[in-house]
């Protein structure tokens, strides 16, 4: 957890992310051992790695902890409050949220000087949490600690992707901590107070074909309705939703072919999914008509690459 | 505007709004009355329909969006106008109290039937998950989908 | 010859072909009856011909004020005449729920529709062969005793000569009187009663042939959408009317009060129109705060307490030494959550109104429109048409009164169908419930005192005002009717002292009605699990302790919990279970109830399994044992069996209403979700036949026992006892923590 070694002293990839656990206290790791251990053992044949050279030559990754990993714990910030500093710990540590929320170089390591400025995660796009945030409304720590612990933010949008498993967890998790989290993560970002403009409601889209706008009306308006702040199964107004505002369509594209799904047996919010309903090309006209019409940000150039990413 | 969509193997010419969802058009313009209105969020499944043989909420499709594919409701399951094995399986066990989600649990399971004719009690559950039924049918349902899977001939 | 009805509705029902059309379920049934308004009727319950006629084909014809509300009544009552009679089922149509041809037989409430209206049916059945053999003796020149029938046709056992009904009968009314005394067909000489024939109305429903209320189409008909207030007792400021000028065939926005409304021509575009309607609502905050429910319940002015039970002297023996135990029971709000939202067609004619709709009593809904619109009675017609479950007042009767006021807006016959979000938030709901209970218990483990308190609203099973009243401050009776939910607050056991009061609440948060078991259910929840706790706490096995506290006499009693140990391998030992180890644990919890203490006997087992971890419950498997006298059908009793327990294993697990300070927020599935065939468990089921006692009712009984015999098996599993429905799970692992 602390170097990154096996128990037989081989270098683990750091894919398992102890670039973050590092900073785990000796306390927590012998806690999540004590628990590991005290689970029910099942037989399970690891898979062997299929990498490739010279990536699959592991004394290589003793080079990549030289340069990238840094064992050194977290010092205590006495200007900040403790739920800020416990808030760091969770996050920088166990919660390796820059894992995914944190762009990479090109040897796969979170680059310095962007930390929380976006990443990517299974296919789908991990946000900006600082000030490179595109969100309409700023994260507030209330938001964040909504959003975390049920999966869903009336000015944001509903975890959806790998997130989701994240809320998931974190609803299990104690409410201050969780509350720590979210304190830590909006000090990521300026909390001015001050938000995007989000373009008019009904704003026209020229060149729109009538079967976009007919598909539109027909399978998404009755929930995406721009008359109520949040229409049914929570859906969130697709001015202010995370996914639509994205530099990137992956996100929105996953959304429409997969649906979101409440937490397991719990209420929640809801999307169907549009996979097995709609044809590729009528996602992709939707997913720009959705972009242009709800944002005023440039149009994506990517929608049909990520609809054929996320069929695989 | 008119728009041709095929329904039960048959071209239908419908003229309505293009953003109309396929269900009021299935049961309003062509007086099908399988596929059933319960929220028309995509969550209940009392409207699926086949959509080229797969499982598919009728009550947000637009027919703008249908094109060339073919939509199969309850009534086109019949052979020569009698049930069919799926549905006769489902009589015969006597699945339905109000019958409202019926057509949208036979619809569903039909096309499990059809990928995998011998499914595991496990697989009939997970695959019939999204659509629910208030009545508590359930356990019946499944009686009927195991029924017609097993092609048995006497009630169990 | 009395003609108590009119000449022309007769002739509809027998001379025209009409009744021709009517006996196939596949057909658009009340087409050719829909646009007659037929004379005024006496429908007196003592007489033959307000539940039979007889035409000149042989057909019987049934008038059921009792309605199929998808339980399988319609193939029951069917049953019950054919037999009577000795007329095939195939000559026997019923016709349900029409406040012009069908009598009062009470509100398809309660479980009461066989043991109430298939016993008065069954009656006049009876009555109606004995007159039919005396006339077939005299034609026949034969003794009645030595009458024999075949589907309709009458003869002499010893030869010569038949005569028909229809040939009796010949086109006239019985004109008789219902007599108690006429003797009804010996059990054992039964050929259909008993027997698990097929409902009728089955192969249409999976050909799609069948015609539901929502199918249900009246020529001429307009489409109609409600647009409902965002919160409870919101004024409508505003409403733009412009805001829909695009959307095309908009017949009219209708607006009355706080009722809005929108008429179109075609169906999506009233659904699109009342979705994009620009209006201004005021800010209406008139419910308490659903974190504080229980305060709030406790803190409600009691109107009257109502003290169901009161042997002994419990004030003294509750005191007296001895050991005390006593705990609190809650049970949330729940919604009916029909899967097929509510729907009705209105059509006024010449100022008479005339409502289609699923309500499970026309007659009280007749009365309800009545009022609304300011109409004498008889100038207003309500008729059944099926539609989705209800389990009790649910939207239906709402949905009419939405269409009756948009018919007589527009002029022309108007269908409402709610939407998922009117359903879910504004069908009247079970309202909260909060029970103490308490009781002393002596050193040998008896108990010397049982108490214990309801809060509970107040008022009975009587008429729910109508949505579109309320919103558009129409003459409505104002009247809270919950339900007959004071029904098993007392309980059967024999104890010594026994005192069980209800406290009648003045206010309720959201409109209540009935649904399945109402009352019972939530009653039966405390009083099955607070005598589980005692058991638990003199260390006897549950089952057993129910049988040593039961009526020795009652020995359908005694059968009941006998089989129940038979056919669940029930492990005869205290509860908990002796190994609360590791993350899953498993339990067997059982209940029983004598229905409201008079009638159908239920006994329940459940074994649950428990994630500790994560607080889930699993039931694997649900055994139960029935006993509700006559069997009529087999196959409908066990379907209602097996309904009650997967309905209310998802009440019990994962539903609870969720409201802010305004309005109900769980509008849709994902906000109020109910069991998944994922969840479903494996059911066994043991039918106790008695066909020579009365039939009982068998739609609601089990449903009373689901919860608590699985808070009794999650004790067994963990040690812990939940008390609050639903059993979710941060309240399984917060009652886990806090042990």
Known sequence: MHEGVDRAGRQLYPAFPYDHFTKATDDDIHALYVFLMGQPPVPNAIPANKLEFPLNFRPLVAGWKILFLREDPLPRDASKSPEWNRGRYLVEGLGHCGGCHTPRNILGAEEKGSAYSGGAAEGWQAPPLNSKSLAVHEWTADQLAEYLSTGWSRWHGAAAGPMAGVVNDLAQAQSKDVRAMATYIASLSPQSGSNVAAPAPNKQVPGTSADVIAIFSGACANCHDDRNDVGPSKTVSLALSSAVRQPGSANAVRAILAGIQPPPGAPGAYMPAFADMLTDHQIASLAEYVRARYTNEPQWTDVSQQISNARQ | ?156 | MNARFSPSRRDLLRGTGACVVAFSFTAPVVDALAQDFPAPKSVALDQVDTFLAVDAKGMVTVYAGKVDLGTGVRTALTQIVAEELDVAMANIYVIQGDTALTPDQGPTYGSLSIQNGGVQIRQAAATARAALLVQAAARLGAAPDDLGIENGAVSAKSGGGTVTYAELVAGKYFDLKVDPAAPTKKPADYKIVGKPIDRLDIPGKLTGEFTYMQDFRVPGMLHGRVVRPPALGATLENVDESSIKDIPGIVKVVRDGNFLGVVAQDEWSAVRAARVIATTWSKSETLPDQAKLWEHVRATKILKDDVTSNIGDVGAAIAADGRKLSATYDFAIHTHGSIGPSCAISEFKDGKLISWSSSQATHNLRKQLAKMFSLPLDDVRCVYVDGSGCYGRNGHEDAAGDSALLAKAVGKPVRVQWSRADEHGWDPKGPPTLIDLRANVDAAGAVTAWESEFFIPQGAAGLVDLVAATLADLPADHQLSPGGIVNDSAIGYKFPNIKTVCHRLETTPFRPAWIRAPGRMQNTFANECFLDEIAAAVQADPLEYRMKHTDPADKRALDVLDRLATLAKWDKRPSPQKSITGNIVKGRGCSYVKYELVRTYVGTVAEVEINRATGEIRVPKFYIVHDCGQIINPIGVKAQIEGCVIQTISRTLKEELTFDRGMVTSLDWASYPILTFLEVPELEIELIDRPTEKPWGAGEPTAALVASSISNAVFDATGVRLRSVPFKPDKVKAALQSA
């Open chain 2, 1 to 156: 505007m008119t728009i041709v969509i095929n329904v039960n193997d048959k071209p239908q010419a419908i003229e309505a709004d293009p953003s109309t969802p396929l269900l009021y058009v299935l049961r309003n313009e062509l007086a099908l009355h399988g596929p059933r209105f319960g929220c028309g969020l995509g969550q209940c499944g009392a409207c699926t329909v086949h959509v080229d043989g797969r499982p598919t909420f009728s009550c947000l499709l637009p027919i703008a969006a249908v094109g060339e594919r073919k939509i199969t409701t309850l009534e086109g399951l019949l052979e020569d106008g009698k049930p069919n094995k799926l549905q006769q399986a489902f009589i015969d066990e006597q699945a339905a109290q109000c019958g409202y989600c019926i057509s949208g649990m036979v619809m569903r399971a039909q096309a499990l039937l059809r990928a995998n004719p011998s499914p595991t009690d496990g697989e009939i559950r997970k695959h019939m998950r999204p659509n629910l039924c208030r009545c508590g049918t359930h356990a019946a349902i499944l009686r009927a989908i195991k029924r017609a899977a097993a092609g048995q001939e006497k009630r169990l």
